[in-house]
């Protein structure tokens, strides 16, 4: 099963990113703004932060 989370971060995605890449030793592979798609607003849109995490059981 795959797990794909959705957040959101009330205009400050890219910084959140940039901090989780660095805390979780991860690699951002996938960046896209509204801006990019076509939209005038300029705030992301889409990010993919590629980690590989282990859920503990209860």
Known sequence: ???VPTLNFNGK???AMELYQK???GKVTAFMTYGEANDSSFTL???RLNQPFTVLPE
């Open 1 to 3: 099963m795959t797990f």
């Open 13 to 15: 995605c890219r910084a």
């Open 23 to 25: 805390a979780f030793d």
């Open 45 to 47: 849109l889409f990010i």
